[in-house]
């Protein structure tokens, strides 16, 4: 029979009130937010309209600095290894050009199960004359071998997506970790498909750069993420790509009265995370992330990757006898299924007219990434649709 975790899930139901109108098979998308997160941000409109500046920061969020510590701890990392971002693929783009001169003349390995926009970066610098190697998958897997064919003593990073969002196929990072560091490159990983479904720990797993946003399993919102960059790497192998603060003026306009002892510009570099922090973070993002990340490390990423296991390997049972073929590598850790559809138009249209949630990716792909909430009266209603 299907498995039971410990999770209250009628209370967890209550916290999505989108359980009462549909059926949402679609985080891998956008994760919807929890009525605790969707408060915070209420309580923020609230503050905008009556009491914005007054004060800075408002006095009812808890310190600025919270959503750093409950990433880290999601993650496994200090929070002086953790910074405040606007997304996923910027992040990935900063570092490659804070690494400019530790990629030097060296290559640059990447995989076709990354994000597509990520490639689209890389492919825009191998026109710019960097050597970008792209390795293929193999039977919708990452294939270690395969990509450490193209991995050598010039390469200088590796760049994967530990979750892939085209079919949910997981990276075996600590493999991958190996190959890297062995021929002296950084492993990088979008972990947007990962954190918060399925747990990570960036020590362990060898990562030594990563990031992610808040809008998918992390359920947030959009343009607020974070970076990890591994505390020994900060400054001199990833420079910030984007210089900020870290000078004061001694001259009109900048103070009072110039100070004659001190010189005219002083510089003091911004240390730790900050130096990757540019203007003032999403507050948004920042009290929509304490909530969802106390929700999410009070649930316990175990349980809800050991629920959504439940439902995931039910769908990868039941779907291909009915003409839906998994391209999902069985037995893996990921919230995401992906199956190809005989008629991608007629599997949109009975999913649709039953009130179910679905993707249709890449013409003929449907993606499935049930979240936490989702109980198996969802996948029986999903697997009657397509009967
Ligand atoms: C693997 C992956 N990376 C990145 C993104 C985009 O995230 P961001 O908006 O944070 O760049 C997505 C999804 O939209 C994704 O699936």
Known sequence: MHSRSEL???AIRADFPRTRHAVYLDHASSHPVSVH???ALHRYADWLLHDVGEPWWPAWAGPRDRSRHLFAELIHASPQEVAYAR??????????NGMAEFLGDGNVVTHDLHYAPSLYNYEVRRKNGLDVRIARHRDWRYDVDELARHVDRQTRLVAISLVSNVNGAVADVRAISQVAHDHGALLYADIIQAAGAVPIDVKDMGIDLAACSTFKWLMGVKGFGFLYVRADL????????????????????WTAAA??????????????????EVSYPSYEGLLSSQESLAYILR????????????LTDRLQQELPALGY???????QDSPICAFTSPDPTATLERTRRAGIHVAMRFGNKLRLSPSVYNDHDDIDRLLAALR
Do not use: C, K, M
């Not at 192998?237 to 001259?251: A, D």
């Not at 100070?259 to 130096?275: E, F, K, M, Y």
């Open 8 to 10: 209250d899930l009628a």
């Open 37 to 39: 997160t969707a408060a």
């Open 87 to 96: 997304s996923t693929v910027e992040s990935e783009s900063n570092l490659l």
């Open 234 to 253: 900060q400054g001199q192998v990833v420079r910030p790509s984007q210089p900020s603060g870290g000078v004061q003026f001694n001259y009109q306009p």
């Open 259 to 276: 100070d004659p002892h001190l010189p005219a510009i002083s510089w003091n570099p911004t240390a730790g995370p900050a130096q990757y």
């Open 299 to 310: 649930l316990g990423v175990p349980g809800i990757r050991a629920h959504v296991r439940s």
């Open 325 to 331: 073929t998994s391209i999902t590598p069985p037995s």
